[in-house]
């Protein structure tokens, strides 16, 4: 990733922020720098942006900053909708989804859930945890909602993936 894109992204960036938020902006271009050091493909600048956004949304969810939250993951969704990024965009979809039960509006959670789940799919197996986690969510809200069969197929697929990761991590191939 070429310095000038970074330095860039980290003024602009930092010029937006105040107090903790610019410290976090720091880290997070910090960590965008080693992440990319050696690496052939470089993330472009609308991932980066839509990745800080990304990021800047997760503070202000674990703040309780609900509203706040909301803005920085539409506009992470906006920036990597033209994007190949499908673990990216099922992440912001399940963070959406969090958002939504958290003010009871289970129509919206669920669908952003489902949204997240399809992307993970895409992903293919490697993103089993998310899906796994996207189905308890799934199944939280069902329960939440009174719809106690539903709530336990997804707690059930939920399971399903837990006990298919763990075969796999237990898995040696010097077993064979």
């Known amino acids: 990733m070429a310095k000038r894109s970074l330095s860039f992204l980290f003024y602009y960036l930092c010029g937006k922020l105040s107090g903790r938020m610019k410290l976090l902006g720091y880290i997070f271009v910090l960590l965008l ?3 990319c050091a050696g690496r052939e493909e470089a993330v472009s600048p609308q991932v980066e942006e839509a990745l800080y956004h990304f990021y800047t949304g997760q503070s202000y969810q674990r703040e309780h900053k609900y509203y706040e939250a909301m803005e920085e993951f539409l506009l992470a969704e906006q920036l990597c909708e033209e994007t190949d990024k499908v673990v990216l965009k099922g992440q912001i979809c399940w963070h959406k989804g969090c958002l939504y039960a958290g003010k009871f ?14 992307w993970f799919a895409q992903a293919g197996s490697d993103v089993r945890e998310y899906r796994m986690y996207t189905y308890e969510q799934i199944a939280k809200v069902y329960a939440d909602n ?16 837990a006990v298919q990761m763990r075969a796999k991590m237990l898995y040696s191939p010097h077993d064979s």
């Open 33 to 35: 720098m080693v992440a």
């Open 105 to 118: 509006d289970y129509a919206n959670a669920l669908e952003m859930f489902t949204q997240a789940n399809e």
């Open 146 to 161: 009174g719809n106690p069969q539903k709530s336990v197929e997804y707690y059930r697929l939920a399971m399903e993936l």
